[in-house]
């Protein structure tokens, strides 16, 4: 199986963008290209009339094959990111939807009561429901319980830059679902994304570390592949660790022999 | 002319009365191809609806968009 399932629909990228902290509406449209993406992650936001360039349904419904996927950034309840769930599907029409209730603006952790009220709520009305988590596997088995089409723990703090500090609570969780698990925050490389999919990951959600890269566009194209390496290198079998060497060349005695 | 005040997007609006949804959308200089959900006191108004959807005094707007975010 080749490609991400979520919900009803399929994408043959596994690597979703988010568009904030752009330098400039262009430069993020050129990295969503050459990511190869097909789900980026949207923000809703007062209109502003002079600050137009703000407004991305236009330029990214330009783009071939994109999926939006509105996030409930600002929510600080359940309720709170069902009204934004609500307004962001009558704008987008999309039935994706990343739940992300992040009270606390110092750690941004998410709450992990809110969310699972929301995701509860939003998954029997019938949207993709798409949470951001804090790494627990036994809150991620919950919320796949009430219908949701993935979990998304975080790597580490979003925009922290600290790849995957919740390494093992993300295998914990990859192991016990039955849903995609999706890297969501925190990583800074494209080896953290290679070795998060190497691990069990179906995708990674990346947007600092693209968005401000020197060149965030090169930097997309680099988690392409990585993201790409990692899910090919997981199929292919990865060879288990040994405890001593084990050697590669014959160890024959003949040059001892010959002397 | 008679008006009336609304919250628009968080600040005091003077709009004239019997306005609708669409009448402020001009007003404010959405462009007519832009895509923005507006939301009249907690209730979505869809495009359908904004010409006959009449503001009323002290209704709070709120005219959304998308921008970035992770």
Redesign the interface.
Known sequence: MNSLRLGSYSFSSRLILGTGKFSSTRVMLEAVRASGTQLVTVALRRFNRNQAEDDLFGPLSEIRGITLMPNTSGAATAREAIKAAHISRELSGSPFIKVEIHPNPHHLMPDPIETYEACKVLAAEGFIVMPYIPADPVLAKRLEDVGCSSVMPLGSAIGSGQGLANAEMVRLIVRESTVPVIVDAGLRSPSEACAAMEMGCEAVLVNSAIAVARYPVAMAGAFAKAVEAGFEARNAGIMPRSGSAVATSPLTSFLGAAS | MSTISIIL??ECKEIPASASVADLLVV???VE?????V?VN?H?V?PDKRNSFILQDQDQV?????????
């Open positions: 997007n968080g404010t200089e959405v191809s832009q895509k923005v959900a939301v907690e979505i869809r709120e005219i959304l968009v998308f921008a970035g975010g992770g």
